[in-house]
């Protein structure tokens, strides 16, 4: 007559937000362990009617509606639970050419950033079946018929549909966004166009002070421009910095003759013979620009999901398996609305594609949301953000540790709630990213070393640093594949996995072997 359930039991088969059941009767904790008490309660068990599976007579018709980052990664993973001939797998993709990274579109900015963006080559595709419809983006989902009617009138049914619509760029109420050389930066077709317009001595004006135009504007000044960012939030990055590390960055950021305007409403771009010439703020001042570039920040693309009727807030709502409210229908990464957060940074979108692929396959997993570890990716601007430490020094219901060195230009500042570390902000020195990135994922407390240690600015042990925390790839690994004869970042990162995710780590990638073949040759 006794039933022992799982401590978490109800994360992956309960309703959304009810909670696990050990969380339904005391909330007592060990003293010493910290971990639930061994608790007892009166059940009722009732059978419950397993999920129809599809046939096995034909593969399960998969259809992806977006040709982004996300639909390569669920693919992939689905291919890890059941072999590419079990699905048919067709991808939508609005654009004419097939998926690419589009989280390196800043760097492909640079005079030496990368031209080729596409994550998989043509054979990839081609060896698992699968079909690209470039050039065709989906207008409405019938949920009922199970078809997607694509703007082109084509109708392609599935047995299993995923919504990776991503998100565009948002478009504040500016007069002058239709003139000649003001670009929003989102696809591979405009970062293009920003690379023909740039040139020595021109004038470019970034609008939008966060990670992608602080991003958009050092490419720029790398091209010899006249750069100016304009930013309406109190200090650069916002959502991720507090004050203090803000004007850190600030200072870095203008010792590099990029001008910043924070705090300044952009009004009206200013216009000559259909050219734009200039970008008019509030305050009255005129920033000379003959390139104007859009990183305003992002809106979900969730049309198609909303005219289907499928439920859509700030995105479209998905639960703990990415599933939407209608049957046999998932979204993932920048449309979807998980728990009240939509997820913008790769590292998230790569679990919640690990999430989904294994429900796809009928396998249980659950994404619970994650931290969005962020990182500048501007060579010599070291800037990592993680959790929520935005709000300013001195919150009563917290404890913070801050450690500013102006001289040797770091800035560190840790939260916590308790002992539990809830936040962290690095400049200068991200030996301790990684580290700080799976505690804040994990949780629990700092390790006192670990904290006496960046206290007394003695560094950690550099093989336990996580280089890479999309694929949570340690230096000791990476080092491992270096003397196994990966010789360059490309072959570190087939070996190890290691920047094949935001790519924000191929620097350090760099470093670790710059430092090999240097120990090698003095040996």
């Known amino acids: 007559g006794v039933c022992f359930a799982p401590f978490h039991w109800g994360e992956l088969f309960a309703t959304p937000g009810a909670g696990a059941v050990n969380a339904v009767t005391i909330d007592a904790t060990d003293p010493t362990s910290r971990q639930p008490e061994l608790k007892g309660c009166a059940v009722r068990l009732e059978s ?38 079990d699905w048919t797998t067709t991808v939508l993709c609005a654009e004419e050419m097939p998926p690419y990274d589009r989280i390196a579109l800043s760097r492909a900015l640079a005079p030496d950033g990368p ?24 207008a409405v989902v019938d949920t ?43 696809t591979d077709r405009d970062a293009a166009r920003i690379r023909a317009a740039v040139r020595p001595g021109s004038t470019a004006c970034v609008v939008g002070g966060g990670l992608l135009g602080l991003e958009a504007a050092a490419a720029l000044a790398e091209h010899g421009a006249e750069v100016t960012v304009v930013h309406g939030g ?14 850190w960055l600030q200072r870095r950021v203008e010792q590099r003759g990029i001008a910043c305007h924070v705090g300044a409403r952009c009004e009206e771009l200013v216009e000559w013979e259909g050219r734009v010439v200039g970008v008019r703020l509030q305050s009255g001042v005129t920033v000379p620009a003959d390139l104007v570039v859009m990183a305003t920040g992002v809106s979900p693309v969730i049309s198609v999901a909303a005219r289907a009727g499928i439920a859509t807030e700030r995105g479209i709502v998905v639960d703990d398996q990415l599933r939407t409210s209608a049957p046999d229908v998932w979204a993932i990464g920048e449309c979807a609305q998980h728990d009240g957060t939509v997820y913008g940074t790769w590292a998230p979108i790569a679990e919640q594609a690990k999430v989904l692929g294994a429900d796809l396959s009928g396998r249980p997993a659950g994404f619970r949301g994650r931290p969005q570890p962020t990182r500048l990716k501007v060579p010599g601007l070291d800037v990592f953000s993680c959790g929520g430490p935005t709000g300013e ?15 040797a230009g770091t800035y560190r500042r840790l939260v916590f709630r308790g002992r539990d570390l809830i936040g962290a902000v690095l400049l200068g020195d991200l030996s301790l990213a990684g580290q700080l990135t799976q505690l804040l994922e994990d949780g629990g407390a700092l390790p006192d070393a670990v904290l006496d240690g960046l206290l007394a600015g003695v560094p950690p042990d550099p093989a336990a640093e996580v280089v890479c925390s999309c694929k949570s790839v340690t230096a000791a690994q990476i080092s491992d594949a ?30 670790l072997l710059a430092a090999r073949v240097a120990a090698a040759a003095q040996a």
């Open 115 to 138: 031209r080729e963006l596409a994550l998989r080559d043509e054979a990839w595709y081609r060896e698992r079946g699968v079909r690209l419809a470039l050039g065709t983006p989906a």
């Open 48 to 85: 419950v009617r397993r999920r129809a599976r599809h046939s096995v007579d034909r593969p399960t018709r998969l259809v992806i509606v977006g040709g982004g980052p996300a639909s390569v990664a669920v693919s992939e993973e689905a291919y890890r639970h059941r072999p590419a001939s």
């Open 393 to 407: 020094i001195g919150d009563p219901d917290l404890d913070e540790v801050v450690a500013v060195d102006s001289r």
């Open 144 to 186: 009922a018929a199970r078809h997607v009617i694509c703007e082109s009138g084509e109708r392609v049914p599935y047995d299993k549909l995923v919504i990776a619509t991503g998100s565009r760029v948002a478009t504040p109420p500016i007069l002058g966004l239709g003139l000649h050389g003001v670009i929003r930066l989102r």
């Open 482 to 511: 270096i003397d196994a004869g990966s010789g360059t970042v490309e072959a570190v990162r087939e070996t190890t996995g290691a920047s094949s995710g935001c790519g924000s780590c191929a620097g350090r990638v760099g470093q």
């Open 234 to 247: 109190t200090r650069l990055m916002d959502r991720q910095l507090d004050a203090g590390s803000a004007r």
